[in-house]
C-alpha cells in the first residue's frame, strides 16, 4: 500500500485533465439523494465533488494519514455533515447501507498495481448495490516496441561507465529486469499500438493478467523494449488516454527494457508473451520476446525471457526462509513481536504492556518509555 506525501497529492490535484474527466464522470453518475463511496479519497476532493452535485451521504476512505486533512478540507467546504470518513481499507470495511455510485483511482503507472483489482472487485460484491454505477468503468491496456535510447542509457550507464572501471554487468543485467515509469513521444514507436488487455470493472475476478503480442517491424530503428500504457473509460463516452503524444497526465507509460539493444528492420516481426501476477502487495512482470527476420517467422533470430524476479534483490538465507518445506521458528524480533500482539487483548493500556515488556524483554529497552513506543507502533498498525 502507497503512502502518498502531500508533495504527491499535489501533483495528482494539479492533474487538470485527470479531474476534469473524473469529475465530467461524477457528473453523468450522481442523482439527488444517491450514496457515494469513495475509495482512496486522499485529499477529499472527489468526496467533497459528489456533496456538491446532490450525493445525499458519502462514504469517503482512506488507509493514510491524508485522511485528517480531508476532514479539515471537507469542513471548509461546508460538506463534513455528509461525509463519513473511515480511515481503513476498503477490503475490511463494511458500510450501513451499499452506494449507488463507487469512484476511485487506485492505480499506479498502470492499473495493475499493488491491490487496486481486488479491492475494486471486493467494493464492487459488498459495497454497490444492484445496478450502481463503478468510476472508472473499464481500463484498456496498449503496447508497443520502443525507441528509447535516453532512457535505456539511464539504466544501463551507471553500471556499464563507473567511476572505478569495475565489472558490474550482474548489477546491469538485473537493471534491466526492472520496469519503469517514462515518458515517450509517438515518433520513438517502431510498430503500431496494439490491445493487449480490457479490465471491465463490472465483470473482472482475477487480478492477473497475461496475452500475447504481435507486430510487424514498419521502419528501420533500433529497438529498446516494450511500452505499456492504458486508455480509460470513466462514464460512457467519458475518458482520457494516456498514450505517448496524448496530454501529459500523472500516470505515465511502463518501459520493459530488453536486455540489449536490438537493430530492427521493416519487416521483421515481434512476438511478446507478457504476463503480470499479484504476489503479496505488488505485481510480478514476465515478458518474453522473440524476433524473426521477414519470411522466416517460424525461426527467431533473437529470443529474451526476462521477469522483475530475476531484477529482484534476493538472498539464500530469505529464498531458503521461504521454501515449503522450511520449518520456521521465532527469531527473538518475531518472540517480542507475538508477545506484544498477546498482551494487546483488550484489557491492558499501552503503559501497563509496555511496563510488562521491559520485565520480559530486559535486554531489549532500556526503560518503559522505549517500550512502550515499540508497542505504540504496533497498536498504529494493528489494533482497532
Known amino acids: 500500500m502507497h503512502n502518498y506525501s502531500l508533495a504527491e497529492y499535489r501533483i495528482i490535484i494539479a492533474d487538470r485533465i485527470r ?13 439527488p439523494g444517491c450514496v457515494v463511496l469513495d475509495i482512496g479519497t486522499g485529499t477529499g476532493a472527489m468526496a467533497i465533488l459528489a456533496c456538491e452535485l446532490g450525493a445525499a451521504r458519502v462514504f469517503a476512505i482512506e488507509p493514510n494519514p491524508i485522511i485528517q486533512l480531508a476532514r479539515q478540507v471537507a469542513a471548509a467546504n461546508h460538506c463534513a455533515d455528509k461525509i463519513e470518513f473511515i480511515e481503513d481499507l476498503s477490503t475490511r470495511v463494511t458500510l450501513p ?21 481486488p479491492a475494486i472487485v471486493d467494493a464492487r460484491r459488498r459495497h454497490l448495490v444492484p445496478g450502481g454505477t463503478l468510476i472508472p468503468r473499464k481500463d484498456f491496456l496498449w503496447a508497443s516496441i520502443v525507441e528509447a535510447p535516453q532512457t535505456y542509457g ?16 550482474a548489477a546491469r543485467q538485473m537493471a534491466l529486469n526492472n520496469c519503469r515509469k517514462v515518458r ?22 482475477n487480478p492477473d493478467a497475461e496475452g500475447s503480442l504481435a507486430w510487424t517491424i514498419e521502419r528501420n530503428g533500433t529497438g529498446h523494449g516494450i511500452l505499456l500504457w492504458f486508455d480509460t473509460e470513466l462514464a460512457e463516452g467519458v475518458g482520457f488516454s494516456n498514450a505517448p503524444g496524448a496530454p501529459e497526465i500523472i500516470y505515465g507509460s511502463l518501459f520493459f527494457s530488453w ?20 504476489l503479496e502487495e505488488d505485481y510480478l ?18 529470443s529474451f525471457d526476462q521477469s522483475t524476479l530475476q531484477g529482484t534483490l534476493l538472498s539464500p538465507a530469505s529464498l531458503r526462509k521461504s ?3 522450511f520449518v520456521p521458528a521465532l527469531s527473538e524480533d518475531g518472540a517480542l513481536h507475538s508477545r506484544t500482539l498477546a498482551l494487546m487483548d483488550g484489557k491492558r493500556s499501552l503503559e501497563e504492556i509496555a511496563h ?22 504496533l497498536s498504529q498498525k494493528l489494533s482497532r
Not at 447501507?97 to 492505480?107: G, M
Not at 512482470?285 to 533473437?302: D, F, L, Q, Y
Not at 510488562?356 to 507502533?377: D, I, K, N, T
Open 154 to 169: 539511464e539504466i544501463v550507464d551507471p553500471w556499464e561507465k563507473n567511476t572505478f572501471g569495475q565489472d558490474l554487468s
Open 323 to 325: 521454501a515449503s518445506d
Open 184 to 205: 515517450v513521444q509517438p515518433g520513438q514507436l517502431l510498430t503500431k499500438p496494439t490491445w493487449w488487455k480490457t479490465l471491465d470493472y463490472s465483470q473482472i475476478e
Open 19 to 31: 479531474n476534469e474527466t473524473y469529475a465530467q464522470a461524477l457528473r453523468s453518475a450522481i442523482q
Open 285 to 302: 512482470w514476465r515478458w518474453k520476446t522473440r524476433i524473426a527476420s521477414a519470411g522466416k517467422s517460424a525461426e527467431a533470430r533473437i
Open 97 to 117: 447501507v451499499q452506494a449507488d455510485v463507487i469512484v476511485s483511482d487506485l492505480r499506479g503507472v498502470l492499473p495493475c498495481f499493488e491491490h487496486h483489482i
Open 259 to 278: 536486455p540489449q539493444p536490438v537493430t530492427l528492420s521493416a519487416g521483421e516481426t515481434i512476438a511478446i508473451e507478457l504476463q503480470a501476477k499479484l
Open 356 to 377: 510488562q515488556l521491559c520485565v520480559e524483554f530486559p535486554q531489549r529497552f532500556a526503560g518503559w518509555r522505549q517500550a512502550l513506543s515499540y508497542a505504540g507502533a
